[in-house]
């Protein structure tokens, strides 16, 4: 039990350790896309693997997959993406059937359903991470664009200002509307872009104040200032919930791999325990439990779901 135990804490550190490298990876690309840009570089050698990966994610299915990896906040490329899942398919396939005495196809069929499941319940789990980011971020873009509106600035000039100071995801998508703007968008046109880009009905109560102050006039400064301040006693609200349901989010997680891990000891205690599997019943019941698990996974989430 203790070999067992202490051999699982080693595959979750090298799980974490190369989904580390991955993301070391994806800014290690960008620091070199920078230094290209600002020094210009020779062609480098690649390795195939590399190549490959970069072709695949230029291909549209690539960039439909970066949008959700992107809205989900995963630093990771595609290619990089789903290199992780099939390594982690595979090492769920070894280690089904060295640790559990799961053989196959029985451990085959785990590997696939477990990466079916991560890559669907990822998804579910972190859908508008991006969007959250984003609008956690709010209150400070009114604080900076209220003090340019002080200072004399433009909106234009309060935008470019936004872009420089405030991190991402916010600086890079003000970053965009002030070239889009430099470039010669109008101003409204490119507003309303940039409200389809973040469908955030805080950011469209933003959007909505800046262009009614910019045909009609008044005292923006002091507008941002309340909404900058209504925005931080909302996340002040969120944090206090998020705080108070941490614990039934942490259960939620728990709960359906105690089941999982009881089996899978119970497998290497007992010879041909997962045996009756093959069978019809077998069959009848482990989807049931499947359901039933997942089922109760996400009514918890659902619960704690508590939105302000």
Known sequence: MTIAALFSLAILFLIFGIYSFLGYRAQKKEWKRRTETWYGAGNKRKSYLVVLGDRFDQSPYAAKMYEKLQQANVPLTPSEF??????????????????FNIHMPINLFIAIALVVVTYYTLFAIRKNKYQQRFDSQLAEVCRLLGNAARAGMTITQGVELVSREVANPAGGEFKRLANEIRLGVDFDKAMVNFQKRIPSRDFKLFIATLLIQKRAGGNLHSILDGMAQTLEDRKILNQTIQTMTAEQRYISYILPMIPIFLILIMNTIMDDFLAPLSTIPGIILLVLFIVGTFLTFFLVRKVTNIRV
């Open 82 to 99: 789903y290199s992780m899942l099939i390594v982690g398919g595979m090492a769920v396939t070894v280690l089904s059937s060295t640790m």
